[in-house]
T-cell receptor
């Protein structure tokens, strides 16, 4: 079974600085998708960025980028120029492409604090 | 609609009572998911609907939990004889399809259930 592990329950960053959130996963599949979701206090889960495993190039969305290391099964999220609005829970998620493809497995989350 | 909506936003009930939680997915989305998020935890998959196919109920924690999706649109999650451990936020998400073009799950704001 697939698992997703976020080893940092909480992280803190100074406004305008850069922070990296860690995520590791375990799977026997070769083709899959990885996601980072943001959940602010409003509870609304918002997709931040996604990565297809067959793509070697790391995904980037404005200030958000990932470091995808397929062999190491690592998928970290880097937030550059952190803003107060980035404060939220961040969830790493995995979805297989072939087997059980509809199920998305979520990590336990990392709470990010942004200090002014 | 513009997004996934859920009702009620908050529900307080007494132990042993039945509750119904509603989810309205984005119009045209064929796949619908229910998740449970306990306090400080990640998302736990409950059930998945895809078009007219039989739903995958493998994530339902007990036979007190059931869900239906009428007309391929609105879904209702029912919890019978609620227990205190059922207290959580119940999130609904929808996607355009079961795989391929767009895997992005669009989440509703959730229903916070408190069982006294």
């Amino acid at each position: 079974a697939q698992t997703v592990t976020q080893s940092q329950p909480e992280m803190s960053v100074q406004e305008a600085e850069t922070v990296t959130l860690s995520c590791t996963y375990d799977t026997s599949e070769s083709d899959y998708y990885l996601f980072w979701y943001k959940q602010p206090p409003s509870r609304q889960m918002i997709l931040v960025i996604r990565q297809e495993a067959y793509k070697q190039q790391n995904a980037t969305e404005n200030r958000f980028s990932v470091n995808f290391q397929k062999a190491a099964k690592s998928f970290s999220l880097k937030i550059s120029d952190s803003q107060l609005g980035d404060a939220a829970m961040y969830f790493c998620a995995y979805r297989g492409r072939n087997t059980g493809g509809f199920k998305t497995i979520f990590g336990a989350g990392t709470r990010l604090f942004v200090k002014a | 609609g513009a997004g996934v909506s859920q009702s009620p936003s908050n529900k307080v009930t007494e132990k042993g009572k039945d509750v119904e939680l509603r989810c309205d997915p984005i119009s045209g989305h064929t796949a619908l998911y229910w998740y449970r998020q306990s306090l400080g935890q990640g998302l736990e998959f409950l059930i998945y609907f895809q078009g007219n196919s039989a739903p995958d109920k493998s994530g339902l924690p007990s036979d007190r939990f059931s869900a239906e999706r009428t007309g391929g649109s609105v879904s209702t999650l029912t919890i019978q004889r609620t227990q205190q451990e059922d207290s959580a936020v119940y999130l609904c998400a929808s996607t355009f399809g079961s795989g391929g073009v767009d895997l992005t799950q669009y989440f509703g704001p959730g229903t916070r259930l408190l069982v006294l």
